[in-house]
T-cell receptor
Framework: AQSVTQLGSHVSVSEGALVLLRCNYS??????LFWYVQYPNQGLQLLLK??????LVKGINGFEAEFKKSETSFHLTKPSAHMSDAAEYFC?????????FGTGTSLTVIP | GAVVSQHPSWVICKSGTSVKIECRSL??????MFWYRQFPKQSLMLMAT?????????EQGVEKDKFLINHASLTLSTLTVTSAHPEDSSFYIC???????????FGDGTRLSIL
């Protein structure tokens, strides 16, 4: 079975500060992992994905995530937060035809 | 690439009416489409999974007679909320993916308000 846990339903950072959104997963098979961003009243936009290969994955808008099998983690980071990064972020794990989302983390950027 | 169009983006209707929401993959063939419901400040709740040409698979607790899903072609799936009531008001989001590709690509969602 697969599941995703996002630690921290709300995260606040100052503009220009490091963004760290945490995601831990459990999977009985090698997982495919994803981060999505959702702006108000919109659908989800894919930020980045890990399938196989390099464990450090770079995505859009300066975000990146590192797959750490030993820690079963796939944390999302961005070196310097921008006001436009304020949104809801969802981590997801996929196995076969099933997709499992975390409960989401709301990111607030303080000017 | 991988654009999913969802229509309408916002609908308001009277209680008792039926509402149809369309989900189209514009530049790829969507072997599988997913329908989600999202309540304010919450994550997505998977309602059903549909494969082209097959009956949809509904998640536990989702009324299949209430939420009719049709996936008649590789680029179009529809969700019809039948005899809608105020408790059906929500944000509905579809997603699609093609064969052998893992990411789901999402539509922009439909805000449904039942008066």
């Amino acid at each position: 079975a697969q599941s995703v846990t996002q630690l921290g339903s709300h995260v606040s950072v100052s503009e220009g500060a490091l963004v760290l959104l945490r995601c831990n997963y459990s999977s009985s098979v090698p997982p495919y992992l994803f981060w999505y961003v959702q702006y108000p009243n919109q659908g989800l936009q894919l930020l980045l994905k890990y399938t196989t290969g390099a464990t450090l994955v770079k995505g859009i808008n300066g975000f990146e995530a590192e797959f750490k099998k030993s820690e079963t983690s796939f944390h999302l980071t961005k070196p310097s937060a921008h006001m436009s990064d304020a949104a809801e972020y969802f981590c997801a794990v996929s196995a076969g035809n099933q997709f499992y989302f975390g409960t989401g983390t709301s990111l607030t950027v303080i000017p | 690439g991988a654009v999913v169009s969802q229509h309408p983006s916002w609908v308001i209707c009277k209680s008792g009416t039926s509402v149809k929401i369309e989900c189209r993959s514009l530049d790829f063939q969507a072997t599988t489409m997913f329908w989600y419901r999202q309540f304010p400040k919450q994550s997505l709740m998977l309602m059903a999974t549909s494969n082209e040409g097959s009956k949809a698979t509904y998640e536990q607790g989702v009324e299949k007679d209430k939420f009719l899903i049709n996936h008649a072609s590789l680029t179009l799936s529809t969700l019809t909320v039948t005899s809608a009531h105020p408790e059906d008001s929500s944000f509905y989001i579809c997603s699609a993916r093609d064969w052998g590709s893992q990411p789901q690509h999402f539509g922009d969602g439909t805000r449904l308000s039942i008066l």
